[in-house]
């Protein structure tokens, strides 16, 4: 009967790659509260992987005996496998791969690793992995090495070949995407190079412990790199592949050109709307491939082959070491076709209106004229009271009307650019102040009426008023422009009713009217004058809504 002895040994290695598993048990549980893309569960098998081949070189140390030193190699090399086909899964899913991360793939990766654990299993019979065993002394600390035979050498290049393929594909990503990924997929490669670097000085048999292999601390360190840089900085949390599908996803087209207006990229929604594709268009300038394009700032609008009416915007490139543009193109037809069928229906109703309104007048007259007949009459003085109550409320029909002419223009043309000064006229035997040079304002047509109605309203109740200022300032990004007369003012109490409607001495209908005309386009009015001063009437103009043609 033969005895097999076990011979065990202590060293302080041991002890580093114990607490190296207890640090790998820690970062699997944490992965599993860790909302971490892509590939969570791929990581966590990284950090399995690691796990069994840290505890199995940890039993290399500890026991000194060959039977249990190629068990040992076994399952530490399926671990080995287990890391590097994760990485490269890993790999394919963050660069937007994922069709191919599926259990196909898996058993495929797996097919060469089998054939080399077979050959580990059986090589005591045929010498497929390794020759002989020998064993180098490190002080007391005694090490096994390998003398390689052909199928480690298969089973190295096989590593190599994943591991650079990996490698490969990270690096055509940090080439491809935008400099924000860049520094995670550099991150990513110099996680995986670290590992191949300590795992190729192993295997060469260099440093100063040439049997001492030290790479599976170094992928719990890595996997803890990973998971910590997930957690804390959300470094996958938005995956560049799937940002770079954003473009070819939308609605609008995009355009991108470099600074000599040649088109470097354009998504499939600029491909229909241009009619090219983009295979053809790419190396042209912009103005080749479509003539009607203007490349102006702001935005424009144009007409092109199918009748489609696009919104041009231009904007630079943010974020990126060029001079490179953005230009978006943005379907406007149905809007377009919208308005002009709402335009067509307007125009019907003001004629409508206009001839309901003009039959109305005319038999207002008409009662007019038989009201100041009646009153020739010889009549009491009840009935002559009533006459008055009849004249009083047809002259109020006849206000009202008057201001559904006026009223029903509001809103029914597009708002358009004014310069404020050119829109301007000074109002008979007072002298007019303008100190708004070149401000042009985004405006509905109605807008001279804003101030012919303003100076009207000076005129009428400002008493003795000798002189009218419009004055702009441009305020925190908007433009307040200033209405100021040096008449009597206006009484506090009386700030806000006057842009009611009906209130005033006349129709009370101006201010009311000015209020509305300037809400189309989100310019705000309001009095802050000082009784006794005068009235100043303040438009506000928001962001967006001026600009400044002129100086």
């Known amino acids: 009967m033969g005895i097999c002895l076990m011979i065990l040994q202590f060293t302080p290695f041991t002890i580093i790659y114990l607490v190296t598993i207890a640090i790998g048990l820690y970062l ?11 590939g969570r569960k791929l990581v966590r098998l990284v950090i399995i992987g690691t796990i069994v081949w840290n505890g199995m070189y940890a039993l290399q140390l500890l026991v000194i005996d060959p039977g249990i030193f190629l068990i040992s190699i076994l399952i530490g090399i399926t671990g080995i496998y287990m890391i590097v086909s994760a990485l490269l899964l890993f790999a394919l899913s963050y660069t937007g791969r994922e069709q191919y991360v599926n259990f196909v793939a898996f058993v495929l990766l797996m097919i060469i690793p089998l054939l080399i654990l077979s050959g580990i299993a059986t090589n005591q019979y045929f010498s497929l992995f390794y020759t002989s065993i020998n064993t180098y002394a490190v002080g007391d600390l005694i090490l096994f090495f390998l003398e390689y035979g052909p199928f480690f050498w298969v089973h190295t290049g096989y590593l ?23 520094r995670q997929i ?82 499939p929604a600029a491909e229909g709307y241009l009619l090219i594709s983009s295979d053809q268009a790419v190396g042209q300038k912009i103005t080749d491939i479509c003539p009607s394009l203007r490349i102006d700032d702001g935005a424009t609008e144009i007409s092109v082959l199918d009748g489609t009416i696009l919104e041009v915007r231009k904007n630079p490139l943010l974020k990126t070491r060029t001079s490179e543009e953005i230009i978006i193109l943005h379907d406007i037809t149905i809007r377009r076709r919208a308005e002009k069928g709402l335009r067509e229906a307007n125009r019907q109703l003001s004629l409508l209106s206009s001839i309901t309104r003009h039959d109305i007048l005319n038999q207002i007259t008409v009662v ?30 006849q206000y009202e009307i008057e201001f559904t002419r006026i009223y029903q223009d509001l809103g029914t043309q597009e708002p358009q650019w004014q310069e ?44 003795r008023v000798t002189e009218i200022s419009v004055i702009c300032k441009e305020v925190d990004g908007s433009l307040r422009i200033a209405v100021v007369d040096d008449g009597a003012g206006i009484a506090s109490e009386e700030k806000e009713r006057i842009f009611e409607r009906g209130y005033g001495k006349n129709t009370g209908f101006g201010l009311f009217l000015v209020r509305d005309i300037l809400a189309i386009t989100g310019i705000t ?16 103009v928001p962001e967006g809504g001026w600009r400044r043609d002129r100086e």
Request: with cysteine; glycine share 8%; aromatic share 12%.
């Open 28 to 38: 699997f549980h944490l992965a599993e509260d860790i909302s971490f893309a892509p």
């Open 186 to 267: 550099g991150i990513l490669i110099l996680v995986i190079l670290l590992p191949v670097v300590t795992d190729g000085v192993f295997i060469l048999k260099f440093g100063p412990f040439p049997g001492l292999q030290i790479t599976p601390v170094i992928l719990i360190l890595v996997s803890g790199i990973l998971l910590f840089a997930s957690s804390r900085y959300h470094l996958f949390s938005v995956l560049p592949r799937t940002q770079a599908r954003i473009p070819e996803q939308l609605n609008d087209g995009l355009l991108i050109m470099n600074p000599d207006g040649i088109l470097i990229y354009m998504n």
């Open 368 to 397: 007019q004229g038989y009201i100041e007949l009646s009153r020739d009459k010889e009549m009491d003085a009840e009935l002559s009271r009533f006459l008055e109550e009849m004249k009083r409320a047809t002259e109020n029909i």
């Open 525 to 540: 009015i309001h009095e802050e004058g000082v009784p006794g001063e005068g009235a100043r009437f303040v438009m506000i």
């Open 160 to 182: 190599c070949l994943l591991t650079g393929f990996t490698i490969f594909l990270l690096f055509i990503a940090w080439m491809d995407y935008p400099s924000l990924y860049r």
């Open 420 to 463: 404020i000064d050119f829109i301007l006229r000074a109002p008979c035997r007072t002298r007019l102040i303008c100190e708004c040079d070149g401000y042009a304002i985004y405006a509905d047509p109605m807008l001279p009426k804003v101030f012919e109605n303003l100076f009207d309203n000076a005129l009428r109740h400002g008493g």
